[in-house]
């Protein structure tokens, strides 16, 4: 029994026990909460989210941080709304280039980001957080503050149209999700992140183009916050510079809580679902038994808190900065 | 006054100090010489209080203490000048001087910065040395820092009651010929302050500067000789004095190299300060050892041939090609490989597994547009796995669970396996265990019978010696000598020492 209780083993199925025991909590204090209707409320809640959350994966497994998240949701939720409501604003219609055209300025604003942190060799967090403000400032200059209705019928099927209880946006999203694994485990861009996270030095001496490697990184982290955008603007029917909102902090803790190491070459794709998952189902959890939104944020940082410090091997951390 | 009485220290698998006696005299200038290994810097820790001495005694003054911290050391009077320099670079100089010792110049939390730099210009008078306190370390030369150093450890004078022993370790490494002769000055005329363990490899300072001189080797003391009667020569005998076992280094199964192919050629090339005038050329199935003193420029050798480092001048040609541009992305491409000394940071990934880490080199091969053909890597995995008798659970084994040696495999293998045919070995032998090193050995000759080139940096003399064909003797960045190593007309390690020091 006691060699299935090391510390790695624990440390790879903690989060997910953590959301067992969530869910069991939840459903005790209130028998609503375990009802495929609340399931349903979770996950398509979760679903930007979990998008954003899928990028960040890839950056922290590098070893980097990406803040640039809500501006680069911003700007691509703003453009999408723009060129689709100018190209007739109903999906059979030539309005549908705005998706493609959405995932290629996420890409491109993460093109950027990368660029800027490797060729000016700034620290990631500050280049992205800057890029971040960028994003803000350009969605605001393209709006003039205003809001952005997207109400056609068929874009919004992604929420309307339900197949087995759950919207399509859900669907599509787990599709997202199969591609994020499959670029974690099967591309050997996937294999170069854990390589870049894990040894630097050594990637570099193995003949690894590093800098090539944290672009690419920053340009699929740019695609997965466009479908982030696509997503969110889906869900409420308005692109706006708001549409970004509080995804920062929400896709951090999200990635982190499902044991994502922060300094790089650990994770993957499954850990973000299940962080993404435990932090809605908190946040689900807590109005449905009746607790204030604040209470809800003070939990979260608590947890963010507690799950880099159970997962972080302090023996071989001499100082952290 | 400062005396060590049959000191013993023990690490797991080695005995690195059998029964050293070791006295140190008022006012004298004692020298320290061995090889690597011989456990020097394994005494001079004990002396300054980095690690507990097993058995025997350490007396200061006829009493028995024992140092559980350089600190404690410090406060019995023993200093250490450390040979890397442990200044913090963006502090002050007198910031330094009294790192961890501000106390006293400290009133209700507030420093009087006044009294520290007045205090520290009397520390820097001890060392000769005219600079402003105030002087931010990272602008100093080299050779001031080294002082600051002493005057750092000197600063214990007004600390502590009683005598003071200062260990200067390998202090001239860095400096220049006038910067030594004024070390040396220094040195002499603070014999009235303290009494130092000089620590060098270059055997003719040491015979210059000191009294008396203790000859190490295998963690004993062989010798104490007076300074006036000493003799180099004799010196280095004792030093390496060892019998070699043939069958060891697997000498019978060295084979002729092919002279007709050429895979590497040096051709005078030069890197400003760390080694000038480099020429060689290595051939399928050579072993080329490059022997020399730490910081002799064998590793910056390295690095630029597998492209880290690119050279001032001077012609690298691989396979007949010149080398034009310098990354190690060009260095894997054209087949040069590197095991690097640090396998923990620079040999394998901790957290991938024993397959990620054989094709991380080479993805290309198991890539098709990207997307890797997982079955493939596997299968190359276990291959290598069987022919290198690598222990680990499967090809899926996490590499940092792995024992040393078999980090080692993985290694050759993810290189060997990826068509390399010059491969640099840096120490590839530190660390391990005797039976790793044979495996190690056994590789090498079998590269060697595959036809591969080998630039190999060993870890002791011998190693240089029962493995190589060829030997380039290397000091101060320049080849001094060159060795033919067929098996039975081996040069001796006195052949290849007095061309080192």
């Known amino acids: ?321 | 006054m400062f005396e060590l009485q049959k000191v013993d220290k023990v690490f797991p698998g080695v005995h690195a100090l059998k029964a050293v006696d070791f006295e140190i005299k008022r006012g004298e200038i004692v020298g320290l010489v061995g090889e690597n290994g011989a456990g020097k810097s394994t005494l001079m820790k004990i002396i300054y209080g980095a690690y507990q001495h097993d058995g025997g005694q350490v007396l200061v003054d006829g009493k028995a203490v024992r140092f559980r911290s350089p600190r404690q050391a410090m406060d019995m009077g023993v200093g250490m000048v450390f040979q890397e320099q442990s200044l913090i670079p963006n502090l002050t100089v007198m910031e330094n001087i009294f790192l961890g010792f501000e106390k006293q110049f400290v009133n209700f939390g507030v420093i009087d910065w006044k009294a520290m730099a007045e205090a520290a210009r009397h520390q820097l008078n001890k060392v000769k040395l005219d600079i402003s306190p105030s002087t931010t370390t990272s602008q100093l030369s080299f050779a001031q820092r080294q002082l600051i150093e002493l005057a750092k450890v000197l600063t214990l004078e007004e600390r502590v009651q009683g005598d003071l022993v200062i260990l200067l370790d390998e202090p001239t490494s860095v400096l220049a010929k006038e910067e030594i002769e004024l070390l040396f000055e220094l040195v002499r005329d603070l014999r009235s302050r303290a009494s130092f363990i000089f620590v060098s490899h270059r055997l003719d300072e040491v015979t210059d500067l000191s009294d008396r001189i203790y000859v190490m080797k295998d963690g004993e003391v062989v010798d104490v000789v007076n300074a006036d009667d000493a003799n180099i020569d004799s010196i280095q005998r004792e030093m390496v004095g060892r019998n070699i076992n043939k069958e060891y280094y697997r000498e019978e199964q060295q084979s002729p190299f092919d002279t007709s192919k050429v895979l590497l050629e040096l051709d005078s090339v030069n890197l400003d300060s760390r080694y000038r005038d480099i020429s060689l050329k290595l051939h399928a199935g050579e072993v080329l050892c490059l022997v020399g003193t730490e910081g002799s420029g064998r590793e910056a050798i390295l690095r630029t041939i597998y492209g880290l480092q690119r050279p001032d001048c001077g012609r690298v040609a691989i396979n007949g090609h010149s080398m034009t541009r310098f990354s190690a992305r060009k260095g894997v491409e054209v087949g040069v490989a590197y095991v690097p000394r640090e396998r923990k940071i620079e040999g394998i990934v901790a957290g991938m597994s024993v397959f990620e880490n054989m094709t991380l080199s080479q993805m290309g091969n198991y890539a098709k547009a990207g997307v890797l053909d997982i079955g493939k890597e596997r299968a190359l995995a276990r291959e290598w796995i069987g022919k290198l008798s690598i222990k680990a659970s499967s090809e899926n084994a996490d590499c940092g669970n792995l024992s040393g040696g078999n980090q080692q495999k993985v290694v050759l293998a993810k290189w060997r396996s990826g068509g390399s045919d010059i491969i640099l070995l840096d120490h590839p032998t530190r660390g391990l265990d005797i039976g790793a090193k044979e495996d190690v050995y056994v590789m090498v000759r079998e590269m060697s019978e595959a036809g591969i080139g080998i630039i190999l940096v060993a870890d002791t003399l011998e190693e240089a010696i029962g493995l190589s064909h060829t030997i380039a003797v290397i000091k101060d960045g320049e080849i001094q000598k060159r060795y033919d190593c067929q098996p039975g007309s081996k040069p001796s390690l006195y052949d290849l020492i007095q061309y080192m020091i």
Not at chain 1, 82 to 102: I, M, R
Not at chain 1, 136 to 152: A, F, H, K, N, P
Request: with cysteine.
């Open chain 1, 1 to 321: 029994m006691s060699q299935f209780m090391t510390r790695e083993n624990l440390q790879k199925w903690a989060p997910l026990l953590v959301l067992i025991a969530l869910i069991l909590f939840f459903s005790a204090a209130n028998p609503n909460f375990l009802s495929v209707r609340n399931f349903a409320r979770i996950t398509m809640a979760a679903t930007p989210a979990l998008m954003i959350s899928l990028g960040i994966t890839f950056i922290i497994i590098m070893g980097s941080i990406d803040l640039s998240m809500e501006g680069a949701v911003a700007v691509c939720a703003v453009v999408f709304a723009t060129l689709f409501l100018s190209l007739g604003g109903v999906l059979n219609s030539w309005a549908w280039v705005a998706l493609p055209a959405a995932l290629v300025v996420g890409s491109i604003f993460g093109l950027i980001n990368g660029l800027v942190h490797v060729r000016l060799k700034i620290p990631s967090f500050m280049a992205s957080l800057s890029m971040g403000f960028v994003g803000i400032g350009l969605s605001l200059l393209m709006t003039g503050g205003d809001r952005i209705r997207v109400e056609d019928p068929i874009f919004r099927s992604l929420l309307t149209e339900r197949v087995l209880n759950f919207p399509l946006m859900v669907y599509f999203a787990g599709l997202a999700l199969l591609v994020a694994w499959f670029i974690q485990s099967r591309t050997r861009i996937g294999r170069n992140f854990y390589a870049v996270g894990g040894g630097e030095e050594l990637a570099h001496a193995s003949g690894l183009n590093v800098n090539r490697v944290r672009v690419i990184g920053f340009m699929i982290a740019g695609v997965f916050y466009a479908l982030g955008a696509l997503f969110a603007v889906a869900r409420i029917g308005i692109a706006e510079t708001a549409t970004g909102y509080n995804l920062m902090f929400i896709s951090i803790t999200s990635v982190v809580v499902g044991g994502t190491a922060l300094w790089g070459g650990i994770g993957g794709v499954w850990n973000t679902l299940v962080g993404v998952l435990i932090v809605n189902v908190i946040a689900n959890g807590m109005i449905v038994i009746g607790l204030p939104r604040y209470v809800q944020d003070g939990v979260l940082g608590v947890l963010v808190i507690l799950a880099v410090y159970l997962s972080t091997d302090r023996k071989s951390l001499a100082f952290v900065k």
